[in-house]
């Protein structure tokens, strides 16, 4: 499977080592998806304004965040994002989110023209299970 | 007199240091400071307080207004009760 038009990002601060953790899960996905992996080193507190930074680390494919809801956030800055889910809570995403996020693209793109969700207009019932609320 | 709970919660990063030392700091006599290395412990507090990002600091049971940037200042941990005693 090849996606020209897919971008698989991951942006990060120096202060919170776990993105390397993160890095071998998103270079796999890549692969498997022919898309390249990009990394963004957020250095500044206005520049995590400016790029909606949520957290060390956070996923986008083509650049929305990989967790269900995180478009509704503003709480931008230099600090180490944690994550729950069905999976419990972990300095990392959910491998099935971005998996999710990712294969979410590929029927966007493959669907038949006119057909929703629009690309980068994901929903979170298309990504799967949303984030639990407590 | 009700001692103030203050608790910081880290996941042993860099960023985190700062802010556990700023708060054992500013600490009073009457404030009792627990603090919650997240990689071994904490978990359902996080749960509990809505935690989303670290570090991040409670008093008395309330997420203080914080890490809006790089984490917790002075200004907002003393807004939040830390150095106080508890009312």
């Not at chain 1, 971008?7 to 498997?32: D, I, N, Q, S």
């Not at chain 1, 998996?99 to 979170?124: F, H, N, S, Y």
């Not at chain 2, 600091?57 to 009760?81: H, K, Y």
Request: net charge negative; aromatic share 4%; with cysteine.
């Amino acid at each position: 499977m090849f996606a020209p038009s897919m971008r698989l990002e991951v942006l990060y601060f120096a202060g919170c080592p776990g993105h390397e953790r993160l890095l071998p899960v998103l270079r796999a996905l890549a692969g498997e998806h022919g898309i390249a992996l990009s990394q963004r080193r957020v250095d500044s507190t206005a520049e995590a304004a400016q790029v909606r930074f949520l957290g060390s680390p956070s996923v986008r494919v083509n650049g929305v965040d990989v967790e269900p809801g995180a478009d509704q956030r503003n709480d931008f800055g230099l600090k180490c994002r944690l994550y729950r889910s069905s999976e419990g809570q972990s300095g990392l995403p959910p491998q099935r989110w971005i998996a999710d996020a990712l294969d979410a693209i590929v029927l966007t793109i493959d669907a038949p023209e006119g057909a929703a969700p629009v690309l980068g207009q994901r929903t979170d019932a298309f990504r799967g299970e949303p984030q639990a609320a407590s | 007199m009700p001692k103030r709970q203050v608790e910081v919660f880290t996941a042993g990063c860099p960023v985190c240091e700062p802010t556990v030392q700023l708060v054992q700091e500013m600490a009073c006599s009457n404030c009792e400071v627990t603090v919650y290395d997240l990689s071994k412990e904490g978990a359902e507090k996080i749960k509990e307080y809505r935690i989303t990002t670290v570090p991040a600091v409670v008093v008395d049971g309330r997420l203080a207004a914080c890490c809006q940037d790089s984490g917790p200042n002075e200004e907002q941990l003393r807004a939040a009760g830390i150095g106080q005693a508890a009312g």
